[in-house]
Nanobody
Framework: QVQLVESGGGWVQAGGSLRLSCAAS????????MGWFRQAPGKEREFVAA????????SYADFVKGRCTISRDNAENTVYLQMNRLEPEDTATYYC???????????????WGQGTQVTVSS
């Protein structure tokens, strides 16, 4: 079992930045690929970014490429999502997830956090 707790969300003006964190507890963190997803009201939960257990590979959704960076610190059991040049369209609840396989598909991930709200005003 893996427990995930997100933090770092909040309100920011368009063009601003936020860094989301996801602290993991439970089994060996480095053995899990980690992903960030987001869900806006009335919309499906969508992929944002993912990183392998060793940080050897990352993947990003097209809408965040060049604006976001996913990283992890296995010594601290934490994964991060640095988001820059935020836009009102980025407003959503952001979730981190852990899975055995590196993927952009949400069905692959086994464990989810409770989410952290990001609100971007224009």
């Amino acid at each position: 079992q893996v427990q995930l707790v997100e933090s770092g969300g909040g309100w920011v003006q368009a063009g601003g930045s936020l860094r989301l964190s996801c602290a993991a507890s439970g089994r060996i963190f480095s053995s899990y690929a980690m992903g960030w997803f987001r869900q806006a009201p009335g919309k499906e939960r969508e992929f944002v970014a993912a990183i392998t257990g060793t940080s050897s590979s990352t993947s990003y959704a097209d809408f965040v490429k060049g604006r976001c960076t996913i990283s992890r610190d296995n010594a601290e059991n934490t994964v991060y999502l640095q988001m820059n040049r935020l836009e009102p369209e980025d407003t959503a609840t952001y979730y981190c997830a852990a899975g055995r396989i590196f993927s952009t598909r949400r069905s692959i991930y086994d464990y989810w956090g409770q989410g952290t709200q990001v609100t971007v005003s224009s």
